[in-house]
């Protein structure tokens, strides 16, 4: 469970050094990018390493229901991602569209995964990134969408169908390297 909490803990550490240490990070400049990068393949490393190790207390367990649901709030996080790219109207008129869209994907998981490693990982990374929004809102507050412009309705369809695709990709891959997301 150890390095799952270190995983964990540089995961926070990685992307929290610019709000929590500003200075300290200007100092180190561009490399300050490579840093943080690297970072964040060893944390995500040390959490996946952590989490297949740990010891499982489990508490519940998926049901369809919590599968289906799980599905649900796992797509619409992708579509939150993808329609913070693609800058669709609910990525343009949202203030944290990844974050939210992060905090759902952890909210999903811990819906389905009810035992210890999970709730270190998921619930770990849920605080993340709701702390992660709290200290943007602080240092930036007063923020308002842009103002309406027009956005065509197929880039908002494109961003569904793009959602749809990488969601089903990322379930095939989930389903070959563990849990099946899809199935039983």
Do not use: C
Request: aromatic share 10%; glycine share 10%; charged share 10%.
């Amino acid at each position: 469970m150890l390095i799952l909490i270190l995983g964990v803990i540089l995961w926070w550490a990685a992307h929290l050094w610019k709000r929590v240490l500003p200075g300290n990070r200007a100092v180190v400049g561009d490399r300050g990018k490579g840093l943080v990068a690297a970072a964040l393949v060893v944390a995500v490393l040390l959490m996946i390493w952590g989490y297949r190790m740990a010891d499982q207390t489990i508490w519940w367990a998926a049901t369809p229901m919590l599968k289906g649901i799980n599905n649900l709030l796992v797509l619409i996080a992708f579509y939150l991602f993808a329609a913070s790219g693609s800058k669709s109207r609910v990525g343009v008129r949202l203030r944290h569209p990844q974050l939210i869209g992060f905090s759902l994907w952890a909210v999903a998981h811990l819906l389905t995964n009810g035992d210890l490693p999970s709730l270190v990982l998921f619930g770990g990374l849920l605080l993340w990134a709701l702390l992660e929004m709290a200290l943007i809102n602080a240092a930036e507050p007063g923020w308002t969408p842009p103002p309406t412009r027009h956005i065509p309705v197929r880039k908002e369809f494109t961003t569904a169908i793009a959602a749809i695709v990488v969601f089903g990709i990322v379930g095939l891959i989930h389903g070959w390297l563990g849990p099946n997301p899809f199935g039983a």
